[in-house]
């Protein structure tokens, strides 16, 4: 996925909303999605900017029943795709 920048998202969507242009033109003209550029307009008027939310790295516990269910299924796919049985 690539990200535009900040800058890039505030001209396009100034540019849309000074211009009397269809949003047609302004996405081919900026290279986007209309439903990309949409939301950028719903952003850019609720927030007055693009920052990005930058989330809290954080670990998911796993606990000793959900491991076990997950090597079941990958025997179980195993088994069903004719490979050898792994011994775990």
Do not use: P
Request: proline share 0%; glycine share 2%.
């Amino acid at each position: 996925m690539n990200h535009k920048s900040e800058d890039y998202k505030t001209i396009s969507v100034k540019y849309y909303l000074n211009n009397n242009d269809s949003m047609d033109k302004v996405c081919n003209i900026f290279n986007c999605k209309k439903n990309t550029i949409k939301d950028w307009i719903d952003r850019y008027k609720n927030t007055k900017h693009f920052t990005r939310k930058n989330r809290k790295a954080e670990s998911y516990n796993i606990n000793k029943e959900q491991v076990i269910k997950a090597f079941q299924r990958v025997i179980i796919i195993k088994l069903y795709y004719g490979y050898e049985k792994t011994q775990f």
